[in-house]
């Protein structure tokens, strides 16, 4: 089925500037519906988004669709840079995609996985670089003075084991008991603790190696 202008009829065939090639009017429909909220703390919420009715790859006002959704994941990340112990209360499974986003922008391929109740691995994250890694990662976000115990370690060392990985890591938005830190340093090129300094210091290094990027793009 061949895909139309809106105003003249004619073949889609839009210029670089997303404009039809025949009539020089933006020729395609482009709506976005409000149909959903994400509970980003309890205090804090975001609407978004999705009417998936436009091709993703015409520029609109300048932007694509992907460019837009890469720099909602900016604003997400930067957003809990400027206001850190808002981690401490935000949504868990939101809290996966924070952790799953950074990672993506420090060149790894990620797979955030489903969601489940059964403990193990939140994130898959792979680098193929000169030496292939793969880390099973988790994300553990507990209310309030709350802590990561053994025992969620201990299910996680079980997880890398079985599947081979390179690494299981850990992350929280608060810290380890005792035990916990033990047990991480006896498997220290197993496994690997990140706690909420960790945290705002990837926060951090994601924001200033996406500056970087971007200003050797216009270099």
Same mark, same amino acid.
């Given at each position: ?54 091709? /993703? ?6 932007r694509t ?18 206001? +850190? ?39 898959i994250a ?9 880390? /099973?990662?988790?994300?553990?976000? +507990?209310? +309030? ?10 299910? /996680? ?41 960790? /945290? ?6 994601y924001l ?12």
């Amino acid at each position: 089925m061949t895909e139309r202008c809106n105003n003249c009829k004619a073949p889609w065939k839009p210029t670089a500037d997303g404009v039809c090639s025949f009539c020089g009017k933006r020729g395609r429909d482009i709506s976005i519906l409000v149909r959903d909220s994400i509970h980003i703390t309890d205090s804090t919420e975001i609407e978004i988004i999705p009417n998936v009715e436009f091709d /993703l790859s015409v520029p609109y006002e300048g932007r694509t669709i992907i460019d837009i959704a890469k720099a909602v994941d900016e604003k997400l990340v930067a957003y809990f840079f400027r206001h +850190p112990d808002e981690l401490k209360t935000m949504n868990r499974r939101l809290f996966e995609k924070l952790v799953a986003e950074l990672f993506h922008g420090f060149g790894y391929e990620v797979e955030l996985t489903k969601q489940t109740r059964d403990g193990g691995k939140d994130i898959i994250a792979i680098k193929q670089d000169e030496i292939k890694v793969k880390y /099973l990662i988790e994300c553990k976000r +507990p209310d +309030p003075g709350g802590y990561v115990n053994v025992q969620t370690v201990r299910e /996680l060392y079980g997880v890398k084991s079985s599947e081979g990985a390179t690494k299981g890591i850990i992350v929280t938005t608060a810290y380890f008991s005792k035990d916990a830190k033990d047990f991480f340093d006896k498997h220290k090129w197993e496994l690997e603790g990140k706690q909420y300094e960790d /945290l705002r210091q990837w926060l951090e290094k994601y924001l200033h190696t996406r500056n970087r990027n971007l200003a050797q793009q216009f270099a």
